[in-house]
């Protein structure tokens, strides 16, 4: 069962390893490599809504990255089996995320929240766009009849997700994080000030000139190598869907008591 209350950063480590968030995680060394190839060949579907051009061409420089931020093996022979995030770098990346947040508070400023993966993720963005209201920001609000070719871009719980058939929807696209800006930018409203999200909808953001935070599975490195680049400014290594959303809990209550919103 997920720990209880705050935890101390030793125990959320811990935490992250017994509930395999991090350390010997689910998504397997052959996966990783076979997206990491992918987005080397300019296969767009990984590239998260970013444009990342021909800086990435070559599938070890992507595994190099991994190596460093998420914690992957950085052994080029190792191609099948057991791969790993390290705890330790998904600690670090949510307090330089708990930074920007407390940045946020302190300006009042305007937070987009969305997720393309609400199974795993999206109770961590609506306790997350909760703090920061209370603590004196504004939550955005998309506009109202978005769509895109896989859905309807929707708003729950404070969070953007794409809506399809009366389900909410994985997507790794950008297209609806395109659809929520174009949206605001055509009614002549603000941008964010910042968003928070995963997968394409921050990938977008941070390519948009949009401050952009997000969660990345190590099976997901456009995300990273945007960070590695300054295209966004955060990226968070973790497992984006484990056997239960409610062991995101403890991370989320780190999260915020580090940044000063608990």
């Known amino acids: 069962m997920p720990i209880s209350g705050t935890p101390s950063r030793a125990e959320l480590v ?9 350390g010997d995680v689910a998504t397997p060394r052959e996966n990783n490599l076979s997206h990491y190839r992918k987005l080397a060949n300019g296969d767009r579907h990984y590239w998260l809504g970013l444009e990342l051009g021909d800086r990435w061409t070559d599938e070890q420089d992507v595994l190099a990255v991994m190596a460093e931020r998420a914690g992957v093996s950085d052994d080029a022979e190792h191609r099948h089996g057991q791969d790993t995030i390290d ?10 995320l708990a930074g920007r947040l407390r940045k946020a508070a302190d300006g009042g400023q305007r937070v987009l929240f969305a997720t393309g993966h609400p199974g795993g993720l999206l109770d961590v963005h609506r306790a997350t766009a909760a703090a920061l209201r209370a603590a004196g920001c504004e939550i955005v609000v998309i506009p109202e009849g978005l769509q895109t070719d ?13 809506e399809h058939g009366a389900t909410l929807w994985h997507t790794h696209s950008g297209e609806p994080m395109k659809a929520i800006l174009t949206g605001l930018e055509r009614e002549g409203r603000p941008l964010p000030d910042l968003v928070v999200a995963d997968h394409g909808w921050a990938g977008y953001a941070g390519q948009h000139g949009v401050d952009s935070c997000g969660y990345a ?7 990273f190598l945007a960070e590695a680049e300054g295209t966004v400014q955060v990226t968070v290594p973790l497992d984006d869907h484990v056997v239960s959303p409610r062991f995101y809990d403890p991370m989320t209550a780190y999260l915020l008591a580090e940044a000063g919103l608990a």
């Open 150 to 162: 896989e859905g309807y871009v929707m708003q729950f719980a404070d969070v953007a997700v794409l």
């Open 14 to 22: 811990e935490h992250l390893v017994r509930t395999r968030i991090a």
């Open 217 to 223: 599975d190590c099976n997901d490195p456009a995300l």
């Open 87 to 96: 705890p330790e770098l998904t600690v670090a990346a949510l307090e330089k």
